[in-house]
């Protein structure tokens, strides 16, 4: 299924989850999954802002709308980092532990 199908140009056409489930007949975990394919392959970036009122691509002049997604999605990957790194500290540490019995 090709997604950008269903997803409309502009924020002020943007489609919400619920509906774009509907008209795809996706669960929400199979679009999500669609959505983040689609962004994986370089084409225009499918957004979904905070608060926003759903999923849309936007236009060249909709460029504040990409920053702030794209830095939502930065923050997210340093907190996925530092839950990483936490679980990497600890396996260390067990595994010194184990070493010391």
């Not at 930065?74 to 996925?80: A, D, E, I, L, M």
């Amino acid at each position: 299924m090709n997604i950008r199908e269903y997803i409309p140009k502009g924020q002020n056409n943007a489609i919400s989850k619920k509906n774009l489930c509907r008209r795809t007949g996706l669960s929400d975990r199979e679009l999500r999954h669609c959505v983040e394919k689609a962004n994986q392959e370089g084409e225009e970036p499918i957004i979904c802002l905070l608060g926003g009122r759903g999923y849309f691509i936007p236009l060249p002049s909709e460029r504040e709308q990409a920053i702030e997604y794209m830095r939502s999605e930065y923050s997210r990957v340093k907190k996925t980092i530092r839950k990483i790194h936490n679980i990497e500290k600890w396996l260390s540490n067990i595994g010194q532990m184990e070493m010391e019995l």
